[in-house]
């Protein structure tokens, strides 16, 4: 609190949520857009199968070091390592959620001659959204760690970098204090920003969870 | 007009479908019966384009075609008025007229203005199906495909359906090709019975005298018997020498 009060908190907090967020929000779109297309066609979805595997068994702070030697210090490498960590994630959720459509409902579909656009947006995608969210909320949380650890290392500037000096003051309460500030942060925007996202893009669900 | 023609099927090394030769034309309706896996819904299937025949030719001359499954196949994430006019959606009508169109459709299939708003999920099965036929019949279709539709739903809410496609049919000329494994329903409905046996040989064919209006309960029943004590029809369902084989072995 007597961060805030100072004036010292806000700015590495908005940093560090600009690094996590604008890595987040590039994956989630990049990586659901391109499972969904990779999701088409089982040969591609079964390629990549291999390649997700490692991407997401790699440690993030094995990218973090690749990072660095590419980019150097600065916000590049947490952006960078951020949406390296978390898109494979999104992209697995969307190939398995495009697996994962019921062949009847295509047939159906089919039946009535539906076009490709709209069996897209009518079919594919309000099947994808209940394999996305989850996905989505544990990448946004990824989001956050990785961006953290990489401020860590790499960057004198964000919560992470806040991190490192109260590590070498062995400040503890500091560091408590931006534990606490994360923690915030991931909080509010899954309940202020997806939350209601997915009440949007998902009425039926709300339907049966208030009805049940 | 809608012609088989010397259609063959497989599926890997089973074949599904022989040489089976039919046509279907505007105003009639024809029931398709025999076993499970006779190849009734690969026809079917066929028919509504959604399968390409391993060999010979299908014609389809019909202007609009609609199906209708045994499962409602609705989508659970549009509520019941999209749903039914999601047919008229894959045509490119446009929102407020295809949402008229359903509604209108809804009212004679007994859907209130509450069911309407309801996601799948909240309707019961009998309304499921009602949806999926209001979906099939919203598009005005001149053939309609019906796959098994009524089977899993009680006895009166399946006379009910029944009766309703009966009257559209009357009202439009509206051609059907009905699979079911109720000889009744096949009888009641139908002017041609199809009897397939496995492997999908067409193995008899026979035509209902009469209006399906006019059909009595009496004539129905006795029509069924008639039909059971063909031998070509007790094969196909295996139904000659099953009872006896057993009491002899025992």
């Not at chain 1, 994808?128 to 956050?144: D, E």
């Not at chain 1, 991190?163 to 309460?173: C, G, K, S």
């Not at chain 2, 001359?61 to 549009?78: G, H, K, Y």
């Amino acid at each position: 609190m007597r961060m805030i009060d100072e004036g010292r908190g806000w700015p590495p907090m908005l940093l560090t949520s600009w690094r996590a967020l604008s890595g987040f929000v590039f994956a989630a779109l990049v990586g659901s857009a391109l499972g969904l297309l990779a999701g088409l066609s089982m040969t591609l979805a079964k390629t990549m199968r291999p390649v997700i595997t490692i991407l997401l068994g790699v440690p993030p702070i094995a990218w973090i070091v690749l990072a660095l030697i590419w980019f150097g210090m600065g916000g590049a490498t947490a952006i960078f390592t951020v949406i390296v960590t978390t898109l494979p994630m999104t992209f697995a959720a969307a190939i398995e959620g495009m697996r994962t459509v019921d062949r009847r409902q295509l047939d159906m579909a089919d039946s009535f001659g539906a076009g490709f656009y709209l069996k897209i947006t009518n079919l594919y995608i309000p099947h994808l959204l209940s394999y996305l969210f989850p996905a989505w909320i544990t990448a946004l949380g990824m989001a956050w760690k990785v961006a953290v650890m990489a401020e860590l290392l790499s960057t004198n500037e964000g919560i992470g970098a806040s991190l490192a000096l109260a590590r070498v003051n062995l400040d503890t309460d500091e560091a408590m204090a931006w534990v606490m500030a994360v923690i915030l942060l991931l909080l509010s925007v899954e309940y202020l920003f997806l939350e209601p996202l997915k009440r949007k893009l998902e009425p039926w669900r709300n339907d049966a969870s208030a009805k049940r | 007009m809608l012609s088989w023609n010397k259609i063959s099927h497989h599926f890997g090394y089973t074949q599904v479908l022989e040489d089976l030769t039919h046509s279907i034309s505007a105003g009639s309706c024809s029931a398709i019966v025999g076993p499970s896996g006779c190849g009734k819904s690969t026809l079917l299937s066929i028919a509504g384009g959604l399968l390409q025949p391993g060999s010979g030719t299908i014609e389809n001359s019909f202007e609009r075609t609609a199906m209708v499954f045994q499962e409602d196949r609705t989508l659970p994430w549009l509520n019941a008025l999209d749903n039914i006019a999601f047919g008229l959606k894959a045509q490119g009508v446009a929102k407020k007229t295809r949402r008229e169109q359903g509604a209108k459709i809804a009212q004679t299939l007994k859907l209130t203005a509450d069911d309407l708003q309801k996601y799948p999920h909240q309707l019961s099965g009998g309304m499921r199906q009602r949806v999926a036929l209001g979906r099939a019949l919203a598009i005005e279709p001149n053939l309609l495909l019906l796959d098994e539709p009524f089977s899993a739903l009680d006895i009166g809410l399946k006379q009910e359906l029944q009766s309703y496609v009966l009257e559209k049919m009357s009202q439009t000329n509206l051609a059907v090709v009905f699979i079911t494994h109720d000889l009744l329903e096949a009888i009641r409905m139908c002017d041609s019975i199809l009897v397939l046996c496995a492997g999908g040989k067409l193995v008899y064919q026979c035509e209902i005298p009469e209006t399906p209006s006019s059909r009595s309960e009496r004539f129905i029943y006795h029509q069924v018997a008639s039909l059971l004590e063909q031998p070509a029809v007790r094969a196909a369902f295996d139904l000659s020498n099953a009872p006896s084989r057993e009491i002899l072995s025992a």
